[in-house]
């Protein structure tokens, strides 16, 4: 037993967050606004780095890392509110690709051509939801490849497709970034990847290591937002002294802070859950994104309330942090979504 | 060394934990068979059966061998309180002692004061409450105004004044006080942290019927009672800094292990099922908030886990543990007002029937929010401590 990240992990996660100061501030952020896209200079930085590749096997030129790598890292990303897909590609992604490597389908030299763009960072990806299979993707709009379900006569298939295969309408969302698109496609015995059980298994572990890098992107999103918003607090003055001395508005920063501290063993325990594979992976995961996702709310909800009406504005940095926080709290399942879950696990125990 | 990251117990933890099963399925009375612990037989049958944990080690297996522990680190203590828990063994008559004095103890107590005191409290020989509230000083605990006067001819202290709620008061053997010996000094300065022996000339108690109507704390008057000078913990005059070690311990690592709630969740998963088949709508009602308690009772396990593992690694608990006690408090909360809420009509129903733990459990959880330093202070702490907000 030994529930620490290591030197190395610390590290590397204090080199990602000084560059991340340095390259995606908020104007570059508010940039990435006006001209979404899925790989930038940025990207290309973090690829360099090793972190698109960090989960995927050396073979195929990653670093053969697991979730409990490059969870501190999303973190980082979330802190930022980092416009590209980090945590899609590099934690949703390239694992599903190299699970899917393992299988019979790992013959599908679209495949291997795939992990290797994901490791070397000369490819975006975005991944669809399994439970809604109609709906736009994250992402989709501008990303290098498409990861996408459709019902088969076994259940759900999973498929493949280079974007260039297939038109994406872009669908607006609350923050832009998203870059949530309508890929126009049609499965296809070439886009197929995995049907049947081999299809199921996937999707049930894409499903659970999103929620858990999604919960990371969170709490750096919440922690950002209780952090901004404690320094507000200290420096904005009111009756002669600093609203921050006020009980009222200590005890809902506090309050978001309770929160954030116990979603993050949530979801660094999840994330050794996946890697480890051992225990109960989806119920692990199904703490972490119900305690991140709650947390991240709470974050936004004092946030905005102890701002007051600059805040409100679009002037004011906070609506970037507000906006993902938002989308992402909902992505991969709601807390409602994954306490359902958890009930339904925690039943099926039962005699 | 850089150690992964592992969250599995190691095979020698295992080992323990298997031990520490086979002694307690042998051992531990069945469940709830002893009277409760703030009347006075169901005290002294709460003592005998702590004795038998001590004769066999079990009481406090963390403290070194020397004092009747186990020395082993603080994650084999944790298994132990998971199987503890786990076989529904009774609450700790002498909680206040083993984990809130005993660190304290350890860390600022004379080496006299040790051979002296841990053995009786390991085998609950003696049992200690804890003195510090006042009528007039409850959240403002530096707002003390109960005196110790100086008596050089004795060669110790002479105390005077009032202490109230002091849990397990009205039987306890010794208690921890803090006391004002410097009323000059500005007033966290001027306080000194005394260890006395409740049978001492001029100690009063006067039990005070808790919410359930049982004796669960006591006043305590002391008039003119003398306490020698090597009875004093710490260094006179910096009781406080005594004090919140005492505190942190309480907040933090010590007084509540996950053990506790994540045993309470099972049971009300348990109380869920069972709900289904009787009354399934009102079972759907309830599972989002049944499933909100199980997972903070698991939100709980992974943070001490999380501490306990900075701490052995070097590191220590500051801040955090405020935040730890606001989480522990509403965890226990969470968890019974869905049981509650589970139980319906019949959640009021008082006596001895199977849900009866339920009523109690919710009435005790109710204090959670108020003793060890009430929440709301403890929202003070985060916001001034951990984000650097400033003081009011
Ligand atoms: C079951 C139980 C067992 C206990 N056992 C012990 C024991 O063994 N030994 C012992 O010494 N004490 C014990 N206590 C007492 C406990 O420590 C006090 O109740 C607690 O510190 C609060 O003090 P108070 O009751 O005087 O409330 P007060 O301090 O009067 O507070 C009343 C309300 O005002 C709020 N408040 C007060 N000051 C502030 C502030 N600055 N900011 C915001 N809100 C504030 C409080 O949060 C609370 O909601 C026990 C209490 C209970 C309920």
Redesign the pocket.
Same mark, same amino acid.
Request: hydrophobic fraction near 30%; aromatic fraction near 14%; glycine fraction near 18%.
């Given at each position: 037993m030994h529930f620490a990240f290591t030197e190395t992990q610390i590290e590397f996660r204090d080199a990602v967050r000084q560059v991340l100061a340095k390259e995606c501030t908020t104007d570059d952020v508010r940039a990435a606004y006006e001209a979404p896209a899925a790989r930038t200079g940025r990207w290309d930085t973090l690829a360099q780095m090793g972190i698109t590749g960090l989960a995927v096997p050396e073979a195929h030129g990653g670093l053969g890392l697991g979730l409990v790598d490059l969870v501190p890292i999303i973190e980082e990303a979330g802190r930022v509110v980092l416009p590209e897909p980090l945590a899609m590609t590099a934690g949703v992604a390239g694992p599903l690709l190299a699970d899917v490597n393992t299988t019979a389908a790992g013959g599908n030299a679209h495949v291997v051509r795939w992990l290797e763009g994901v490791a070397s960072g000369d490819l975006t990806a975005a991944v669809a939801d399994a439970r809604y299979p109609r709906l736009p993707v994250a992402g989709a709009d501008g990303a290098d490849l498409l990861l996408l379900v459709a019902d088969g006569p076994d259940g759900p298939e999973l498929h493949g497709i280079d974007a260039g295969h297939a038109p994406v309408v872009s669908v607006p969302s609350l923050d832009p970034t998203r870059r949530l698109g309508e890929p126009a496609w049609v499965p296809s015995p070439e886009s197929l990847l995995a049907s049947g059980a081999v299809a199921a298994w996937c999707i049930a572990r894409t499903a659970d290591r999103a929620a858990v890098v999604t919960g990371a992107e969170l709490l750096g999103l919440a922690d950002a937002m209780i952090t901004r918003t404690a320094e507000y607090a200290k420096d904005r003055q009111q009756f002669g002294k600093p609203i921050g001395s006020f009980?009222a508005v200590k005890h809902l920063v506090a309050g978001a802070q309770v929160l954030l501290e116990f979603a993050r063993p949530a979801v660094y325990g999840a994330a050794w859950a996946i890697d480890d594979g051992t225990g109960d992976t989806a119920r692990a995961a199904s703490v972490a994104k119900a305690y991140a996702s709650d947390a991240a709310l709470e974050a936004s909800r004092i946030s905005l309330q102890v701002h007051g009406a600059i805040g409100y504005t679009w002037e004011c940095d906070l609506h970037l942090f507000l906006k993902r926080s938002w989308a992402l709290a909902e992505a991969w399942g709601s807390a409602a979504d994954h306490r359902a879950r958890l009930i339904d696990s925690l039943l099926a125990e039962k005699p | 060394m850089d150690r992964p990251m592992d969250l599995h117990y190691t095979d020698a933890q295992e080992a323990f934990r298997a031990e520490a099963r086979s002694w307690l399925d042998a051992h531990a009375p069945a469940p709830r068979s002893l009277a409760s612990l703030d009347t006075a037989a169901g005290f002294e049958a709460h003592r005998a059966w702590e004795a038998e944990l001590a004769a066999d080690r079990w009481s406090v297996v963390s403290w070194p061998e020397e004092f009747g522990g186990r020395g082993v680190g603080i994650l084999e203590w944790l298994v132990f309180e998971e199987e503890y828990w786990r076989a529904q063994a009774p609450l700790r008559v002498s909680q206040?002692g083993v984990f809130l004095l005993a660190p304290t103890m350890f860390e600022f107590g004379t080496d006299a004061q040790k051979q002296r005191f841990l053995p009786p409290m390991a085998s609950a020989a003696e049992i200690w409450?804890? %003195?510090? +509230?006042e009528p007039d000083a %409850? +959240?403002?605990l530096a707002g003390i105004r109960s005196r110790a006067q100086r008596s050089d001819d004795e060669g110790g202290w002479v105390l005077s004044g009032q202490?109230t709620? @002091? +849990?397990r %008061?009205a039987f306890a053997e010794w208690c921890f006080g803090l006391f004002r010996t410097d009323p000059e000094a500005e007033r966290h300065r001027g306080l000194t942290y005394f260890l006395i022996d409740m049978a001492t000339p001029g100690v009063t108690v006067r039990p005070i019927p808790?919410i359930d109507g049982e004796s669960?704390?006591a006043e305590l008057f002391f008039e003119d009672v003398f306490v020698p000078d090597d009875l004093v913990l710490g260094e006179v005059g910096k009781g406080w800094n005594v004090a919140m070690a005492t505190a942190g311990s309480e907040r933090g690592l010590s007084l509540r292990s996950p053990a506790r709630y994540s045993r309470a969740a099972e049971r009300l998963v348990d109380l869920y099922a069972d709900c289904l088949e009787r009354d399934p709508d009102r079972a759907r009602r309830s599972a989002d908030s049944v499933a909100q308690a199980w997972m903070d009772a698991e939100a709980y396990r992974l943070n001490t886990l999380w501490t306990a593992t900075r701490v052995l690694d070097g590191g220590s608990v500051g801040p955090e543990a405020s935040a730890n006690k606001i989480h522990w408090s509403q965890t226990d909360l969470s968890i019974h007002r869905a049981a509650l809420d589970l139980l319906g009509p019949e959640a009021e129903f008082h006596g001895d029937g199977v849900d009866a733990p339920w009523l109690d459990g919710f009435l005790f959880a109710l @204090?959670g929010p108020?003793?060890? %330093?009430?929440n709301?202070?403890q929202r003070?702490v985060v916001a001034e401590r951990m984000l650097g907000l400033p003081r009011g």
């Open positions: 009980q | 206040n409450c804890q %003195g510090w +509230s %409850g +959240s403002d202490k709620w @002091a +849990s %008061g808790q669960g704390f @204090a108020i003793y060890a %330093g009430t709301e202070i003070n």
